[in-house]
Structures are given as structure tokens and as C-alpha cells.
């Protein structure tokens, strides 16, 4: 049997993981781009759903920070500046520290005041930056036909200049204490490469090191997103919001404005909410990954959300719910100790890419 040879293989394809990619392509290095799900992007994929193509799931927004719009842009990526302006929402007047009780509870007396639902979010950070300090900012920007622009257009990039990109394929194991390093994937297929690529997510069963053969990979939940199919109309306008110190809603996304398909008179908002059960890890509520809703309790939970819509003055009171389609958010998390003893090797034949923002991971990675 020939086994395939690459310079790097990069597992996962979070638009992070595609721009490395190029990265490595235009060294002239051979690259192989491995993804376990049929559409490449990682949290940042499309689904097409009543009828409407490449409709968006989840709650993307890009911080607004130069230096990464600058890298998206120099790789092609057209950007708009977002209209109206993010925005956040105060559920109620809380806080975790000292100092976001006061300017929570400031925020939530001149909403109600002034009648309206939401305040700005440069605004809201321009305040919270006198305490951490100011960076370089910009007005924030998005792709006008949301992820799918982003991840087409990577997509497309890699294969022009001969990149491999393969989809519905997971790395069985990989003996990363060897040069080159031998791979094996969930097909049989065996595979060696200089470099191997993990991002924070990555789903490898079997890792070799140090004689020790280890499986670090828990597959868990950290994220749900409903997806709402709205008749009816905003009371103002809005394209996306961060909810603060409510018990259910973390993000709410018009994900209906980056698709051409939805007519004017339905409303398509993706909303992120908080999972109510599970151990907190780093700020998130980590679930079993058998503890999806059942529909009964996903049909709640959906009217729930379109009540607390009207509730917050952001919809009105009139709407009717269409549909919604419901989706769990996996994550792998893996053995610390296990990770730990593989970074501390500083085997410099594997690189891991800690990426959580998007922008962030660009600025810090490209």
C-alpha cells in the first residue's frame, strides 16, 4: 500500500485552520486539510433550511479589531461595516464583579428611560475600556452573506493552489513521537506528514508519545442555538446582540439579513442560549453529550424564546412562530493532564493552534 505523504496535515476547518492552510501553500508546502463533517468550517457553517440556502447557525459576530480585518482582507474577503451597529441588551441589573454592577445597572436604567431595548456595543465597550485599557478599533464589519462567503472563499483558495481537502474523514490515530508522523484515519487510509496541525477542537481517538498510547478525546455539549422562522417584524432595528445577566439567552443573530432567499415579511433570527444543567468549565456549562432536549422540550424552550423577543421590546408583540430547527454545538474536550504532558514536549512536530475568537486566533496566529 503507497502512503501519502504531506508536509502538514491540518485536522479540523475552522476558518482559522483554512487561512493556516494558505499560510503553508504559498511556502510551497504540501498540504492536507482533514474535516470529519460533510461542510467544511467548523462552528462556522451553513445549512439550507426552509428552502433558503447556506442559511447561517450560530452567533458569529468579528471583533472589531484592525489588525484582523486586515488579515481577512489581504486574503481576499470582502468586508462591510455592520448596520445597525452590534448591540447589547441588560436582562437585568447584575454583574459578576463590582464594576459591571454599576455599569450594568447604569445601562439598564437609561434603556428603560429612554424606551429602548438595547444600547450600542462600541458605546458599551468604549466604557468597559477605561478600566482595561483602549486598543485599536474599528467599526465593526462583517461578510455580507455571512460565513459561507468566508468559508467558500478559503475553500476555493486551497484547492486553486493544490491544497487536499478531505470532508466526512476523522483521524483514528497518529504516533507523533516519530519523524515523520504516521497517521491512520477512520477509513484505514495511512498517511505520514512533517507537521501536524490541532486546533482546540481537534477529534483524534488514539495519540502516541512517549511509548504511551492515549485516547484524551470526551465528546461533550457547550452550546445550543435555535434557529426561529419569525412572521412578523422587529420593533427597531438590530443585527447582533449580547444578552447580559439573563438566565437563557446568551446572543441573538439576524441571521435572515445574510440570506437573499428570506422575503421581508418572515424574520430568521439565530438565538444562542444558556444550557440550564452540567459542570462549569472556563465560563461555560459543559453537558453530556447525551443530554440533548427532547423536541417536546425543544418546542418549550423555542416559544419560550419568541416570548422573552417580545418581552425585551425587540419584536412585535404580534409575531407568529413559522418553525425553528434546533442545534446542539459538540466540542471535544480532552484529558488536561494527557494535553499538558504533549505540549510540554514541545515536540516540534506537532503545533497546536489555541484558537477561541476568530479575530483573536488571526491576529495571534497569521
Given at each position: 500500500m503507497q502512503i501519502a505523504e504531506y508536509d502538514n496535515i491540518i485536522v479540523g476547518s475552522s476558518p482559522l485552520n483554512l487561512i493556516v492552510a494558505l499560510q503553508k501553500l504559498s511556502n510551497n508546502e504540501k498540504v492536507l486539510l482533514i474535516e470529519e463533517n460533510e461542510k467544511l468550517g467548523g462552528a462556522w457553517y451553513t445549512k439550507s433550511i426552509w428552502g433558503y440556502k447556506n442559511m447561517e447557525v450560530g452567533c458569529h459576530i468579528l471583533k472589531n479589531k484592525v489588525s484582523g480585518y486586515s488579515i481577512?482582507?489581504?486574503?481576499?474577503?470582502?468586508?462591510?461595516?455592520?448596520?445597525?451597529?452590534?448591540?447589547v441588551l441588560i436582562a437585568k441589573p447584575n454583574g459578576v464583579s463590582a464594576l459591571n454592577k454599576v455599569l450594568n445597572t447604569f445601562f439598564y436604567l437609561v434603556c428603560k428611560i429612554a424606551g429602548k431595548a438595547t444600547i450600542e456595543r462600541p458605546f458599551y465597550d468604549f466604557l468597559k475600556s477605561l478600566k482595561h485599557g483602549r486598543q485599536e478599533r474599528s467599526e465593526y464589519k462583517y461578510f455580507p452573506n455571512g460565513c459561507f462567503e468566508l468559508v467558500k472563499k478559503l475553500e476555493l483558495d486551497i484547492l486553486k493552489r493544490n491544497g487536499i481537502i478531505k470532508t466526512n474523514c476523522?483521524?483514528?490515530?497518529?504516533?507523533v513521537q516519530n519523524s515523520p508522523i504516521c497517521v491512520t484515519s477512520s477509513s484505514g487510509e495511512q498517511m505520514t506528514c512533517k507537521k501536524l496541525i490541532l486546533t482546540k477542537n481537534f477529534n483524534i481517538e488514539n495519540i502516541t508519545w512517549n511509548d504511551t498510547t492515549s485516547n484524551p478525546i470526551q465528546r461533550v455539549l457547550i452550546g445550543e442555538h435555535y434557529v426561529l422562522r419569525l412572521n412578523g417584524k422587529k420593533k427597531s432595528p438590530f443585527s447582533f446582540i449580547h444578552v447580559l445577566e439573563d438566565n437563557l439567552i446568551n446572543l441573538i443573530s439576524d441571521t435572515g439579513a445574510f440570506c437573499e432567499d428570506v422575503p421581508n415579511t418572515e424574520l430568521v433570527l439565530c438565538i444562542s442560549v444558556k444550557s440550564g444543567n452540567g459542570v462549569k468549565e472556563n465560563n461555560l456549562i459543559v453537558n453530556s453529550i447525551e443530554s440533548k432536549p427532547t423536541k417536546t422540550e425543544q418546542n418549550q424552550c423555542a416559544e419560550m424564546l419568541l416570548k422573552k423577543l417580545k418581552d425585551f421590546n425587540l419584536i412585535s408583540v404580534s409575531t407568529l412562530m413559522i418553525d425553528f430547527i434546533y442545534e446542539s454545538y459538540p466540542v471535544n474536550v480532552k484529558d488536561p493532564n494527557a494535553i499538558k504532558e504533549l505540549k510540554e514536549r514541545k515536540n516540534p512536530n506537532v503545533e497546536f493552534l489555541d484558537s477561541t475568537d476568530l479575530i483573536d486566533s488571526l491576529i495571534q496566529y497569521c
Open positions: 481577512l482582507t489581504k486574503n481576499g474577503l470582502k468586508l462591510k461595516t455592520m448596520s445597525p451597529k452590534p448591540s476523522k483521524i483514528k490515530s497518529a504516533n
